[in-house]
């Protein structure tokens, strides 16, 4: 198991990568085709077909989850039930969430006031379109989840990357052939459906030797539906702190600050993607252990737990540092022009933010593997509804910085990694212990970052000479992680 999650845990690194380094080329020059402005209307929209996108009710970890343990268990009756009771629920959830969002995207409107009638106009036209993303995108959940049962990761990942380059090739494009937020959400139209049909390629290829059919099971249904409910609402208030943040900034400062609002937190968001993707495969792997009553070696359990948790670190600082020592670049690039001291001190701030609360993923996935999603359930809902409440109140008083300091009340987050290694008897002095070097030496970088040198070959020399002491602590704390690493990709 170890050598198949450091793998798949490579395949989604890889891929993570790549979209992040396209959001990082892609997002100034589209700022720059469209202006900050047009680029908060279509922050709107996409934040809209973000939020509408969780009808998904939790059924795509809920399919990699039963699928995984019908695969372990070599049941064809029990994967008939399966695929039969998630793609159906998800045609039914998807087909209505499409429905709804086209027939009430003209009310949505009058939630955001500042808007003017040409805005409002076309922000109502793109959300009427966005109503087939939403439809092909609920139905992309279900197949990322039979894929990840099927170990499929590398596969997986090649079409999420070739999504993700179309999309944002495709928005450049038609930013500079002068279309604007309705354009751009009939570009993702096209290519949403287009990368649907190729999963469902995928999912076919999978199945076709096994002799599968409709077989509805009122108990398998009721199971799956538990499970995807409570599995939503655990992801719910992740789902909030990172869409409905940018709603209400909208709302109370209008789309000129969304604009560079949304810039500076697409950007430090993708610490927390990014960080998380090396430990996903956890979900998979560990419920096919569950499933087929294997017994764990608790030894080797908590050596998979510190190696996981101390990669997620690894990652999520590591970004942060390199953030912070390039803050004013980073903004300059993406906003373009002069960049106001406001601007800048909001960048660190939301990057320090970002990178201490994703470090939490493995907290996340071990209270899934153990089954509390019910704990994972309060504590996101909890930080989430607190993030939200906070930035409403800090951007009302205090504009942009107190939207972003707002951002602090996610820190909650940090209880799943408290409850999840409670759960296996592992002690927090023993687990910070396993970060408490990476979470002083990220602050050491910061601290750094924040003074003003302004020579650019003297600030890449000491962010290098930072990272390379972090790999060193990586690299004693784990010295079989890169050999491992390199032996499963020969």
């Not at 999650?5 to 959001?23: D, E």
């Not at 709107?44 to 939790?58: D, H, P």
């Not at 409570?230 to 909030?240: E, M, N, S, V, Y």
């Amino acid at each position: 198991m170890k050598n198949s999650l450091l793998k798949n845990g490579f395949y989604n690194t890889v891929a993570g990568a790549v979209r992040i380094g396209l959001a990082v080329l892609t997002i100034p020059i589209l700022i720059r085709l469209i202006g900050v402005e047009e680029y908060g209307l279509w922050t709107l929209a996409s934040s809209v077909v973000a939020l509408v996108a969780l009808a998904e009710a939790g059924l795509s970890t809920a399919t990699t989850v039963f699928v995984s343990q019908d695969l372990a268990k070599e049941d064809v009756d029990g994967l008939s039930q399966t695929l039969t009771v998630t793609f159906t629920g998800m045609l039914i959830l998807a087909t209505l969430a499409a429905i709804i969002l086209y027939i009430v995207a003209n009310s949505l409107v009058d939630f955001f006031p500042k808007l003017q009638l040409e805005q409002r106009l076309a922000v109502v036209k793109a959300l009427q379109l966005a109503a087939l993303v939403v439809w092909a995108r609920l139905l992309q959940q279900v197949v990322f989840g039979v894929e990840q049962a099927y170990q499929k990761y590398a596969v997986m990942n090649l079409l999420v990357m070739l999504q993700s380059l179309l999309s944002n090739l495709g928005s450049l494009i038609v930013a500079w052939l002068g279309g604007r937020t309705v354009e751009l959400m009939q570009c993702q139209v096209v290519i949403n459906f287009l990368v649907l049909a190729a999963h469902i390629s995928v999912i076919w290829l999978l199945v076709r030797d096994v002799k599968l059919r409709l077989r509805w099971s009122r108990s398998k249904g009721f199971a799956i539906a538990r499970y995807s409910i409570i599995t939503w609402l655990a992801t719910l208030g992740g789902a909030l702190f990172t869409q409905a943040d940018r709603l209400i900034v909208g709302g109370l400062l209008g789309t000129n600050v969304l604009g560079v609002y949304a810039a500076i937190t697409n950007i430090t968001s993708q610490i927390n993607i990014f960080s998380a993707l090396p430990v996903q495969p956890l979900l998979p792997a560990i419920s096919s252990q569950i499933a087929v009553k294997q017994d764990i070696d608790q030894v080797v359990l908590q050596g998979q737990v510190k190696q996981a948790l101390q990669i997620n670190s690894l990652v999520a600082l590591g970004m942060g540092a390199i953030l912070c020592t390039f803050a004013p670049a980073i903004l300059r690039l993406m906003l373009g022009g002069e960049i106001s001291d406001q601007t800048v001190l909001a960048f660190y701030i939301a990057i320090v933010i970002y990178a201490l609360y994703s470090v939490n993923a493995v907290g996340f996935y071990i209270l899934f593997g153990v089954n509390a999603v019910n704990i994972c359930m309060a504590v996101q809902l909890f930080s989430g509804i607190n993030s939200l409440f906070l930035i409403a109140v800090g951007a009302n008083s205090f504009g942009l910085i107190g939207a972003i300091l707002g951002n602090a009340g996610y820190l909650g987050i940090w209880l799943l990694t408290y409850f999840g290694m409670k759960k296996l008897h592992i002690y927090t002095p023993l687990w910070l212990g396993w970060i408490k070097f990476p979470l002083v030496w990220f602050f050491v970088i910061f601290l750094t970052s924040i003074t003003n040198i302004n020579q650019a070959l003297l600030k890449v020399f000491i962010l290098t000479i930072q990272i390379l002491i972090l790999f060193v602590w990586f690299i004693l704390a784990q010295p079989n992680y890169f050999k491992l690493l390199i032996q499963n990709n020969d």
